[in-house]
């Protein structure tokens, strides 16, 4: 039963899950079978493990039926029994995290069976509600619509006439819904176009921007930073980077933790996109918007992806916050998700820290014990491995990862290409750059190094800081 779709189900619960399934599953409302109930009885004994050597069908049967002859079809049609419930108990459990929604739901219920007094009672808790509800974000909007749309339909008249404003009111509340959703499709579509090289078919982009351009949504703070990413991802201009901060800060108790989530995202990826250009500040701009991640609790110590892993503990070394990234590391390397980057994960981190500590022996034995599958981390490995070798002057070596990390850019086909000319100039200058040293060159005022320079200062582009660090190299050029 190790595999089967009932035993991931339940590994899936919590203990108090647990306890509410045991008592669904003996519910006669849900289910009159004995024998699905004994089932659930023996295999939740089990939990959380469910040992594959004792929980296998033919043992439960034996405990179910004694020494009955095993009989696999009638096991199997009472495992399926239990998973159909299971399954059931998940959408219920969907059903009660809905809140105000089921109370929407409850609402148009009275409406259908003519209960108008009650109707009317429950109305006027969920007005309630959405009077005091802090966060009016895509899903308040969605309810507030419904709940308009549930109004509109229950016909009240007031004195003798139909009251049509219930009718804007409902078209109003889904103009707003709407926009959320437009607004923040846009917003994720043009990050990933402006971050990586993905395209997007953006149906009525310029007509929806021509319409909310000049609006302020000051009472609906989502659409507010989803049309001031917008504006940063159309301008890429710091002042509607400090403008999205400003909002964040001013509207933070009224936004969500997705909203939240994605304005620190978007304010990371502008600050990538300000050290590419060579801006350094920006290394303790971006430790700061990890670090908000961390302290407002929205990237939890129990899920985290392993590349957020990977990004907020070298922002935090290269601004030598060495105590806070291994503090970090601790609380959270058992979460790196998926599980099998975890080891690679952890073995570029401590590359990572050995490396800026010119640990470079270290940082070469930790980096060889990564095997990254994502494009995104394959780069960073690659370009690190590069400069290790080169620090190290194994100038063979790095000639042969210049050539492998070249090869790697032209085969990958989701780097934007301005993204591979970054690299492809950075690999150029360093591979000259190596011939130079290889070649025992001793004048720091030597010709050639000095036209170096010059291109090297003439790069387009810092990518993971690679200008600035040949910079440093060729001004202290040492054999």
Known sequence: ??????????????????????????????????????LCEKILNFYPGFDPVECNEENIFRQLFGKEK?????????????????????????????????????????????????????????NKYFNDVPVKDEFFYQAYYQLARVNTSHVKFIKT????????????????YTLIVLLRNYAKMLTNKNHGNIQFDMKMFDQVWDYIKDMEFEHNPSCRIYKQIISLEKSRDENDYRELLSSKEKYSGNLSIEDLYYILL??????????????????????????????????????????????????????????WAEDFLGHFQDGISPKDERVNTINFCRAFRAYRLKEYDKALEYVSKTSFKLFVI???????????????NL??????????????????????????????????YLSDLTKL??????????????????????????????????IEKSENFIV
């Open 161 to 176: 006439g139909y009251s049509f404003d219930l009718i804007q009111k409902e078209f109003d509340n889904y103009v707003q």
């Open 70 to 126: 095993y009989n696999y079809f009638k096991i199997k049609n009472i495992i399926s029994d239990l998973y159909q419930l299971s399954s059931l108990f998940l959408k219920l459990t969907a059903v009660e995290k809905k809140g105000i929604e089921n109370e929407i739901a409850l609402l148009n219920e009275l409406h259908e069976r003519k209960l108008d007094s009650l109707y009317l009672f429950k109305e006027k808790q969920i």
């Open 1 to 38: 039963m190790e595999n089967t779709k009932l035993i991931k189900l339940l590994k899936s619960l919590s203990k108090s899950e647990i306890f509410r399934f045991r008592d669904f599953v003996s519910s006669p409302y849900y289910n009159k079978n004995q024998n699905v109930i004994k």
């Open 266 to 323: 978007v304010a990371n990826s502008f600050a990538a996109y300000r050290l590419k250009l060579g801006d350094e500040s920006y290394y303790n701009e971006r430790f700061s918007i990890f670090r908000e991640l961390i302290d407002r609790k929205i990237q939890i110590p129990d899920y985290i992806l392993y590349v957020n892993f990977v990004n907020t503990y070298t922002a935090a070394i290269l601004v030598d916050e060495i105590e």
């Open 378 to 392: 394959k780069v960073l490995v690659k370009s690190y491995t590069v400069g290790i070798y080169y620090e190290q």
């Open 395 to 428: 100038y063979e070596q790095t000639f042969l990862s210049i050539d492998a990390f070249r090869h790697y850019l032209k085969s990958e086909k989701l780097i934007a290409e301005d993204q591979k000319f970054a690299h492809y100039e950075f690999l150029k």
């Open 437 to 470: 040293k290889s070649d025992g060159l001793k004048n720091n005022k030597d010709v050639n190094l000095s036209m170096l320079r010059k291109k090297i200062k003439g790069m387009s582009s810092n990518p993971l800081g690679a200008k600035n660090w040949l």
